[in-house]
Structures are given as structure tokens and as C-alpha cells.
């Protein structure tokens, strides 16, 4: 009997035609790694809810899903509570409690579980998962990685069989992510705990899993282990978002086993190509000399006895940029955005856009054709009731747009997939017309085709004279589109140059690609870099 069991499984929203969930049918077994991808808008957040009844939502909903034998909707309450744990794409959404210690005790209260084992069990996944320093403290203090920690060790205290995590990581740091994801996979190697992940990010998720789902337009379209699934695919868009080992191998037309990890990789290269070109050349950046944002010594605290998150912070952002600020969660990243869009004030320290004081801008002028800002929780920009009102509302039409909404121009901003909810936001930023664009978490819950969409649409607007800053995690997307990086820590900016000279000296806050080619390339950081290299150098065999 399979642990898990979803036979024919169809979901349609109301007022919607096509379904969001569409004969889906696959199984799992205890104790299996599931990976579950695909576009964003596929079904994949809509098929993993209806696992877990008490996150169901409304609409026509048939064929099963059959945890140990037993349909779901059938499970006891208790069961379906305990036994079935859900772990949200939002850290915030998911805390209910102002205290660590209340919220990881919060669900056994729930099931009326004793004191004394509440008491047990909680300093035990406190300890498990390394936040003991944490019991006391309020849960708003927290950053986004230990609130995503926090809510893991809230789920498995109630010690399910099944854990399910929607994009758990879209909101993490690069470090942050890798040591959650590597928490999984304890916690999957420990317990033998059967886990069926929704993600973006799959460098680190693919070569952990056992089972690959590929999802499509709210069908699985193909399934199995990693290593017989991707080179099956065909479809660039879906390939796009594969690991880098995979992708350079698929584009060199590698021969032998797919690699899947960055060692397997890096065997892969080095037992394949020669190396004496190791270098890609590129020409000496230069950028206007005009300012279009400016920080000189800046401070700033969000109450006169926290300290400072913004500690005389001094960077520029030059006309006609597009700059990537990257860092850990709590750095200070956002603070800046929010400081550079006058919502936020310092209390030491000049910001200047186009090299006026930002105290000079007065009646609303600095937003009116100058500065916009998207930010990180986009339900805030949602005014109206659909899609195609929000785009009126900004005084855009839908074919005026860089990318296409057609498919949920009648839906509720609310209703809409994460990855949909940042594409619609960033319409009607756009549809400002900025000169100085603010963006904080763009790429946030996008999958990679969509990713590479939004970066080219950014591109051609700084062709065009807009300046654009971006706040992001998302390493493989700076490294692509960036004209220049820079590294926040400790709230001031540490370090700074172009993707190339950025990544190449970083050992976590790089791409995988550059962690592949150390030592062998010097300053590859995109798969593009890395196959251009290879075909530069040939074939380790050809004599030639």
C-alpha cells in the first residue's frame, strides 16, 4: 500500500472553467523526498492544500487523495491536524503567537495534549532545531530565516508522517535557504519523514529528492527520479529552472549520466574539458557620472532604544544602472529601500535622488514621474476587486504591458498565485513610469522562465534611461541582469563591482556555477560563462 496515494485528482475555482488541478494521479511512498515544480500559476500551491483539509479552499473538487488507505477528507480531525504537516511560503502568515515558546507550543494546545508532554516535547524541538536562544523572545524580533525555522519546528512538533512545504524558502536569504533545505533532508534521513516540497529554487532541492513532479497547466506532465526526468524534458522554460550541472550538461550535449549536484558537475567539466582559457573577457564597467541615488552616512533605528539598522550606511547608484543589493534577512536591505522612498526618515545622515535632498521634494513630487517603489508584500499595492480594474486603476491597459496578465485579468489580486501577485503589483508600478525604480524582492515566488522575462523587461526599461535598484536573494538573477552587485551587512554596504568580480569572490552569496568552476575557470558565474568556456577550450580527448 502506497503512503500516499492521489488518484484522479481535479480542482476547478468558482466562477473559473479550466481547472486549477487536472487529473492528477501519483503516489509516494513513506519516507520519499518529493519535489514538486513548474510554472507559476501551475496548481502546484492549489494541489498541495488539498492535502491538508483545513487549508482547503472553495470549489468543485474530485478524485482522492488517500493518505495511508484512508481518503483525507475521511482522516479523524486529530490525524489530519497532527499527522499532516503544512509549512506556508509566507514566515509571517503562519505565526499566530507572540512568543517562541507559545508558538511551538500553540498546536499541542490545540489537541489538548498535557502539560507536562507540551513541556517535553517543545524543549526537545527547540534544541533539535538549534533555537534554544530563541525560547523567550518575542516572535515579531525574529528575522525571516528563524521565523521559517521557527514555523518548521512549530509543524514537527506535532511529530507528522507528511510534511508539506509551499515555496518555504522564496523569502530566504542563499544561506538562510541552504540550511533550511538542509534541515529537510535531516529531518527526512532522521525520522524518515515523507516530504512533498513546492519550490523555485532547486539547485539544492533536485539532488535530495527521490521523486520529481513536473507540473503543467495543473497536470503532472512527467514524474520519477531526477536523473530519468530532466533529460526528458524539453520545454526551455522548464529546463531553465533545472540545477546548473544539469542545464551546462543539457547545453554542451553531455553524454553519460545527467549531473545533478555541483560536484557531480564539476567531475563532469573537469573530466571533459581542457582549461587554458579560463577567463571570460569583458570590457571595464563605466557609469554616468549623474547620481541618481545617493547615500552619504546615513543612520537609522526603528525606536530610540533599538539599535541602529541603517549604521552610516554611504553608496551610489549611478543614471541608467540597474544595481542588485543582496545580503542576509535583517540586514538592513529593505530599511534602505524604504529610507530611499522617503518612507521611512533617518536620523543621521543626506539621501538624495537626482541629487536633490529627499526633504527638498515637496506636495508628492518625488512620486509623480520620479521615483516607485514595489514592495516586498505586494497585497499592499491591491485596491480592487479584479485584475483588469487594478490595471485601469493605474491608468494601464493589459496590451500596454511588458509581459502578458491575459489569464487572470477577471481574477482577484488576492486569489492569484504568488508568483502572479508580483507580476500584477509590478504592472501598475510600472505603469508610473519612474525614473528611479525601487524593488524590493521581485523575483520573489517567479519561476525561472518568468524570472527571465521580468530581467529582460527590467533590461530594456534601463535601456531607456530608467534606473533601477533591486533588493533581492536571488543570486542567479543578479548575476544575470546585474550591472553592478553590492553586499549589505551589519547595515552599510561592504563590498561592490560587477557580477563577474562580485560572485567570483564570494564563497556563499554566489552562484553555483562559480562555486563549480573555482579553481578551474576564473570568473564564470552563469552557465552561459561556463559553456562558453568549454567550447573555447574543447574537448579534453580532441588532439586537434
Known amino acids: 500500500m502506497e503512503f500516499i496515494k492521489v488518484e484522479s485528482l481535479s480542482f476547478t475555482y468558482p466562477e473559473c472553467t479550466a481547472p486549477a488541478v487536472d487529473s492528477v494521479s501519483f503516489a509516494a511512498e513513506q519516507g520519499s523526498f518529493n519535489v514538486l515544480c513548474g510554472a507559476t500559476g501551475c496548481g502546484k500551491s492549489t494541489l498541495l492544500r488539498l492535502f491538508k483539509r483545513e487549508l482547503e479552499v472553495r470549489?468543485?473538487?474530485?478524485?482522492?487523495?488517500?493518505?495511508?488507505?484512508?481518503?483525507?477528507?475521511?482522516?479523524?480531525?486529530?490525524?489530519?491536524?497532527?499527522?499532516?504537516?503544512?509549512?506556508?511560503?509566507?514566515?509571517?502568515?503562519?505565526?499566530?503567537?507572540?512568543?517562541?515558546?507559545?508558538?511551538?507550543?500553540?498546536?499541542?494546545?490545540?489537541?489538548?495534549?498535557?502539560?507536562?508532554?507540551?513541556?517535553?516535547?517543545?524543549?526537545?524541538?527547540?534544541?533539535?532545531?538549534?533555537?534554544?536562544?530563541?525560547?523567550?523572545?518575542?516572535?515579531?524580533?525574529?528575522?525571516?530565516?528563524?521565523?521559517?525555522?521557527?514555523?518548521?519546528?512549530?509543524?514537527?512538533?506535532?511529530?507528522?508522517?507528511?510534511?508539506?512545504?509551499?515555496?518555504p524558502t522564496a523569502q530566504l536569504d542563499p544561506v538562510a535557504a541552504s540550511d533550511f533545505i538542509s534541515t529537510l533532508k535531516k529531518l527526512n534521513d532522521d525520522f524518515g519523514l515523507t516530504i512533498m516540497i513546492a519550490e523555485h529554487r532547486l539547485e539544492e532541492v533536485i539532488p535530495l529528492c527521490s521523486q520529481l513532479l513536473i507540473m503543467e497547466r495543473g497536470r503532472i506532465i512527467l514524474s520519477g527520479s531526477p536523473r530519468d526526468v530532466i533529460p526528458r524534458i524539453t520545454d526551455a522554460d522548464i529546463m531553465s529552472g533545472m540545477p546548473s550541472a544539469a542545464r551546462l550538461f543539457s547545453s554542451l550535449d553531455g553524454r553519460g549520466a545527467c549531473p545533478v549536484t555541483v560536484r557531480e558537475g564539476r567531475d563532469f567539466l573537469t573530466g571533459s574539458y581542457r582549461n587554458s582559457a579560463r577567463k571570460i573577457e569583458e570590457n571595464e564597467y563605466t557609469h554616468s557620472p549623474d547620481t541618481a541615488l545617493g547615500f552619504k552616512d546615513v543612520y537609522f533605528r526603528y525606536s530610540k532604544e533599538s539599535p541602529d539598522v541603517l549604521n552610516g550606511l554611504s553608496f551610489s547608484i549611478y543614471t541608467g544602472e540597474l544595481v542588485c543589493i543582496l545580503g542576509g534577512n535583517g540586514s538592513g536591505k529593505t530599511t534602505s529601500l524604504c529610507t530611499a522612498a522617503g518612507l521611512l526618515r533617518a536620523y543621521s545622515g543626506t539621501v538624495r535622488v537626482f541629487g536633490r535632498k529627499l526633504k527638498e521634494y515637496r506636495n508628492q513630487s518625488l512620486y509623480r514621474g520620479c521615483l516607485a517603489m514595489l514592495p516586498q508584500d505586494v497585497k499592499t499595492v491591491f485596491l480592487k476587486n479584479t485584475v483588469r480594474e487594478e490595471l485601469a486603476d493605474a491608468g494601464i491597459a493589459p496590451e500596454e504591458l511588458p509581459f502578458s496578465l491575459d489569464d487572470v485579468l477577471e481574477r482577484h489580486p488576492y486569489d492569484l498565485s504568488g508568483g502572479q501577485q508580483q507580476l500584477a503589483a509590478l504592472a501598475k508600478v510600472l505603469a508610473v513610469k519612474p525614473r528611479l525604480l525601487l524593488l524590493d524582492e521581485p523575483t520573489k515566488a517567479l519561476d525561472p522562465a518568468a524570472k527571465l522575462n521580468i530581467g529582460r523587461v527590467l533590461r530594456k526599461l534601463r535601456d531607456e534611461g530608467m534606473t533601477i535598484a533591486i533588493v533581492t536573494h536571488d543570486v542567479e538573477f543578479a548575476a544575470l541582469f546585474a550591472d553592478r552587485c553590492m553586499m549589505f551587512f551589519n547595515g552599510k554596504i561592504v563590498s561592490e563591482g560587477t557580477p563577474r568580480s562580485f560572485f567570483a569572490d564570494n564563497s556563499f552569496y554566489t552562484t553555483a556555477i562559480s562555486r563549480m568552476t573555482r579553481g578551474f575557470f576564473d570568473n564564470a558565474v552563469t552557465v552561459t560563462d561556463a559553456a562558453e568556456l568549454c567550447r573555447r577550450n574543447g574537448a579534453a580527448d580532441d588532439t586537434d
Not at 503562519?94 to 517562541?100: G, L, M, P, R, Y
Open 59 to 167: 470549489g468543485e473538487r474530485s478524485g482522492r487523495i488517500l493518505y495511508r488507505g484512508t481518503p483525507t477528507d475521511k482522516l479523524e480531525t486529530k490525524v489530519s491536524a497532527s499527522r499532516i504537516g503544512f509549512v506556508m511560503q509566507d514566515p509571517e502568515q503562519q505565526i499566530v503567537t507572540d512568543k517562541v515558546w507559545h508558538e511551538l507550543a500553540f498546536g499541542l494546545e490545540s489537541l489538548g495534549t498535557p502539560q507536562d508532554v507540551i513541556a517535553r516535547r517543545t524543549a526537545e524541538m527547540a534544541s533539535y532545531f538549534g533555537i534554544g536562544s530563541l525560547y523567550e523572545k518575542n516572535t515579531a524580533e525574529l528575522s525571516g530565516g528563524q521565523k521559517q525555522l521557527l514555523n518548521l519546528a512549530a509543524v514537527m512538533v506535532m511529530q507528522p508522517e507528511l510534511l508539506i512545504l509551499d515555496e
